[in-house]
């Protein structure tokens, strides 16, 4: 067979061409070398306060795991491009790839770092969930969705360790099938404009569900929607009282069928008395039948992730530290500066074209709609996920009463 040879970053790979390798990915590993090099800068500095005195912790060795690494480009990039990584491991079930991974880490002289495993992703994860052999950092990035390997990557990685995942079933995700995404993460997703945000908090909330399971939660740092995928970057933490407030990070999507407008509604709500919270479940549906500005009637989708999908602070650190030296830096920069103006607070957004068009008005410009809506007292931003979009916490009434005075 033709054998391929490629080169990314610090890394060249040879592959026989039946191993997958995808050019348009580099991207997503540029990004990924970018936030995993921003986290194990602070992870060590956290390790070094919280286990003050403890053995090895002085120059704490990170751990990663690429459970699905066809080739090894990215572990081979990870292993030479991120200062302070002590081990890569690179996983992949296929024979063939394993073979590729093996010679490519040796011409690539990295075998003090990166090591082949040959083995199910899942297994792999199982035998490394007790304390003392999960990984610090596990990156999954399968054909698809990622779901069947959740269970165990939520259980094998550290305290305050970080998961970086990719899902590709874009389709699944915004509403093509809503039966298969239920099945698949949990959730049932709406075909509305904001379908790569929405796609983005099925993910959370089902990584959330899965880390629940054992008494885990999870702090999102940065969730992005790119070409054909979307990839979340999050954290997972331990806490039996924490993950009581999971169900309060979850909402259903009322969307109106008429309009496109929609609105959340929090499947249990916390009134807190400083330390003592009450949890409360709604008492019926607050949000009518029908949509007030149309009267169109809503479905209903979700549970979909509706607390931050991002840590300003985390994203800010990272944008602050992204090596010039990657190809896709500026594009890199550009997205991360959208991200950071994003509204945390608000989630999903409209999209210019549909608003106009449901209104029958001529479409404004985004300058135009932006100052009517800050005039009016109301925050706005724009969003990483789509070019033509706002995201803004003015009422629904009061954005369609602007845009029908256009
Ligand atoms: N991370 C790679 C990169 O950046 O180039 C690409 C990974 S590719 C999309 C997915 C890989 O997962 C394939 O090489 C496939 O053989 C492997 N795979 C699929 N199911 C697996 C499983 N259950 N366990 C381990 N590897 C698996």
Redesign the pocket.
């Known amino acids: 067979a033709d054998v391929k040879e490629i080169s990314e970053g610090l890394a060249t790979i040879w592959t026989k061409g039946a191993?997958?390798?995808?050019p348009v990915?580099e991207f997503?590993?540029d990004l990924s070398i970018a936030v995993i090099s921003s986290f194990i800068h602070d992870y060590k500095q956290e390790i070094k306060i919280t286990k003050k005195g403890e053995a090895g912790t002085e120059d704490y060795k990170v751990t990663i795991l690429?459970?699905?690494?066809?080739?090894g480009?990215?572990s081979i990039r990870y292993a030479k491009e991120i200062p302070g990584v002590a081990k890569v491991i690179a996983?992949?079930?296929?024979l063939t790839?394993v073979e590729d991974i093996k010679q490519n880490v040796i011409k690539n002289n990295v075998e003090q770092i990166v090591s082949a495993r040959h083995?199910?992703?899942?297994m792999?994860m199982y035998q490394h969930r007790h304390k003392n052999e999960q990984f610090d950092i596990i990156?999954l990035?399968?054909?698809g969705c990622p779901s069947?390997?959740l269970d165990s990557t939520v259980q094998a990685v550290k305290e305050g360790g970080l998961l970086l995942i990719t899902a590709t079933d874009m389709a699944i995700l915004c509403g093509n099938s809503p039966e298969t995404c239920y099945s698949k993460y949990g959730a049932i997703p709406i075909k509305i404009k904001s379908c790569h945000e929405m796609a983005v908090r099925i993910l959370l909330q089902c990584i959330e569900l899965h880390a629940n399971r054992y008494s885990r939660y999870i702090v999102p740092l940065l969730s992005l929607s790119a070409d054909f995928y979307i990839r979340v970057f999050v954290r997972v933490f331990s806490g039996a009282q924490k993950c009581k407030f999971s169900a309060t990070k979850l909402s259903h999507i009322y969307h109106c069928t008429g309009c496109d407008s929609f609105t959340l509604q929090l499947l249990v709500t916390v009134k807190s008395d400083k330390s003592n919270h009450k949890f409360s479940i709604p008492t019926g549906p607050l949000v009518s039948k029908h949509c007030e500005q149309c009267k169109h009637p809503h479905h209903i989708g979700g549970p979909i992730w509706s607390a931050p999908i991002h840590s300003p602070e985390f994203v800010k650190k990272v944008l602050d530290n992204v090596p010039s030296s990657l190809k896709t830096y500026k594009r890199i920069e550009g997205i991360l500066n959208v991200v950071l103006e994003e509204l945390v607070d608000v989630p999903l957004y409209y999209t210019l074209d549909k608003l106009s068009g449901t209104l029958h008005v001529e479409m404004p410009s985004m300058m135009a709609l932006r100052s009517a809506l800050l005039n009016a007292g109301y925050h706005v931003s724009f969003t990483h996920m789509n070019k033509t979009s706002i995201k803004t916490d003015a009422p629904k009434k009061v954005v369609w009463d602007i845009m029908r005075c256009w």
Request: hydrophobic share 35%.
């Open positions: 191993v997958f390798y995808n990915q997503n590993r690429e459970a699905l690494s066809a080739t480009l990215r996983n992949d079930i296929s790839a083995c199910d992703a899942s792999l990156d990035d399968p054909y069947q390997f």
